[in-house]
Nanobody
Framework: VQLQASGGGLVQAGGSLRLSCAAS????????MGWFRQAPGKEREFVAA????????YYEDSVKGRFTISRDNAKNTVYLQMNSLKPEDTAVYYC???????????????????????WGQGTLVTVSS
């Protein structure tokens, strides 16, 4: 099982980026997936998650209305569209897949790192002021 995150880079405040996470090793169409981030000197924190069908999404409060998580099961890929970026969004962004636990029933479960079983290597997003 491999998750390859890409799409990070340097952007000015107010700008946009789209992160991608390509999954390989098996079909991920039945699994929930999520994005987390870790800023320098801080703990890893939840950003967004999406159920296997894409019908339900979860977001951390600070990104609601600015970030959108989506997935293309035909491509085994999950996306994070990030708009109106702020300097405080600067972090390494990680994607993850939840394969062995029950389906996400609420934001608390979706936002818990232990709900996920495999993680990608991370992609750096830097937002300049």
């Amino acid at each position: 099982v491999q998750l390859q995150a890409s799409g990070g880079g340097l952007v000015q405040a107010g700008g946009s980026l789209r992160l991608s996470c390509a999954a390989s090793g098996r079909t991920f169409t039945r699994y929930s997936m999520g994005w987390f981030r870790q800023a320098p000197g801080k703990e890893r924190e939840f950003v967004a998650a999406i159920t296997w069908s894409g019908s339900t999404t979860y977001y951390e409060d600070s990104v609601k209305g600015r970030f959108t998580i989506s997935r293309d099961n035909a491509k085994n890929t999950v996306y994070l569209q990030m708009n109106s970026l702020k300097p405080e969004d600067t972090a390494v962004y990680y994607c993850a897949v939840a394969m062995y636990g029950p389906p996400f029933g609420n934001t608390i479960v979706a936002a818990t790192a232990n709900s996920y079983d495999y993680w990608g290597q991370g992609t750096l997003v830097t937002v300049s002021s």
